[in-house]
Each structure stands twice: as structure tokens, then as C-alpha cells.
């Protein structure tokens, strides 16, 4: 089993950059394609990005292309999520999610975290 645990989030302001991390433990890490999603409020959950097991292949949703990248380091089992100029509709839930299959784009992930809320401020 391999527990997943999102930090990073809060309430930040329109324009602002932060960085989610997602932790992982009880696996081994760099056997998993890692991904992000998120869920604003009335909404259903949507794909935000995706990363291959090495780091070297990246799939990013068409919505936050050119401000969102993801990336991982496998020596501390980290996934991280960097957000650039973000927008108060980028308010959400930020979820990661761990399979062993790569790009998974749809909601089938095996593992999934608890979550962290980011709201952004206009």
C-alpha cells in the first residue's frame, strides 16, 4: 500500500507561485507514475498533470499549460506540483495520486491522497 500526503496549500494570491509536495511512503516510489488532480466546489474532479516514474515524460492538462509543471524527486519520494500565476479559478482541492501505469489522465489512479485546499485570492 503506498500512503500519499499532499502539503503545501493555503490561501494565496491571484498572481502568486506556490509549490504542492506530495509525499509518499509504504511503496517504492519510483516504480509509480505520479499524478495531480484537482476539485473546486460544485465541480467534478479534473486532471491537472501527470509524470512518468523517472521524471522524463510530463503530461500537463491544456487548462494550466505554460503555468503549472510538475516534477519529482525519487531520492525523497516526492511528487511536487509548481503553480504559477495563479487565478481564483484555480481554487481547489489538490489531490495526488500514484499508478503504476503512465499517462493515466482519467480519475483511475490506484493511491490517492487526502488532499489540500488551495484558494486563491483575487
Known amino acids: 500500500q503506498v500512503q500519499l500526503l499532499e502539503s503545501g496549500g493555503g490561501l494565496v494570491q491571484a498572481g502568486g507561485s506556490p509549490r504542492l509536495s506530495c509525499a509518499a511512503s509504504g511503496g517504492t516510489f519510483s516504480r509509480y507514475a505520479m499524478g495531480w488532480f484537482r476539485q473546486a466546489p460544485g465541480k467534478e474532479r479534473e486532471f491537472v498533470a501527470a509524470?512518468?516514474?523517472?521524471?522524463?515524460?510530463?503530461y500537463i492538462s491544456d487548462s494550466v499549460k505554460g503555468r503549472f509543471t510538475i516534477s519529482r524527486t525519487n531520492a525523497v519520494n516526492t511528487v511536487y506540483l509548481q503553480m504559477n500565476s495563479l487565478k481564483p479559478e484555480d481554487t481547489a482541492v489538490y489531490y495526488c495520486?500514484?499508478?503504476?501505469?503512465?499517462?493515466?489522465?482519467?480519475?483511475?489512479?490506484?493511491?490517492w491522497g487526502q488532499g489540500t485546499q488551495v484558494t486563491v485570492s483575487s
Open positions: 495520486a500514484a499508478d503504476r501505469q503512465y499517462p493515466v489522465v482519467t480519475g483511475t489512479y490506484s493511491y
Open positions: 509524470i512518468n516514474w523517472n521524471g522524463i515524460s510530463t
